[in-house]
Nanobody
Framework: QLQLVESGGGLVQPGGSLRLSCAAS????????IGWFRQAPGKEREGVSC????????NYADSVKGRFTISRDNAKRTVYLQMNSLKPEDTAVYYC???????????????????WGQGTQVTVSS
């Protein structure tokens, strides 16, 4: 059974850094693009970043460009989100997600993602 588990969240001061991990079990990541999303209280879930199955292609929301970096290690079945220069507005629950098998390029819409992790809380506050 496909399962995604996020980790690495926590409380950090503004300007600080965190690295989130998304570990896959039950399947190999080689045939899946992986996306990161976040949801703040009272807001819609929004896309943060996505990486293609090979890692050759990435994209980012405008709000995180230049501060966040997505990467992956398919041998370890893990996708990472390095978050630097964190701001209070980055506070949210962060989720990773996978589309259906064989979707190697980043999907264009959130509803194309079929598998979701349980989320990890990121709080940016002084």
């Amino acid at each position: 059974q496909l399962q995604l588990v996020e980790s690495g969240g926590g409380l950090v001061q503004p300007g600080g850094s965190l690295r989130l991990s998304c570990a896959a079990s039950g399947f190999t990541l080689d045939y899946y693009a992986i996306g990161w999303f976040r949801q703040a209280p009272g807001k819609e879930r929004e896309g943060v970043s996505c990486i293609s199955s090979s890692g050759a292609s990435t994209n980012y929301a405008d709000s995180v460009k230049g501060r966040f970096t997505i990467s992956r290690d398919n041998a370890k079945r893990t996708v990472y989100l390095q978050m630097n220069s964190l701001k209070p507005e980055d506070t949210a629950v962060y989720y990773c997600a996978a589309p259906i098998f064989g979707t190697m390029s980043c999907p264009s819409a959130r509803d194309e993602y079929d598998y979701w992790g349980q989320g990890t809380q990121v709080t940016v506050s002084s």
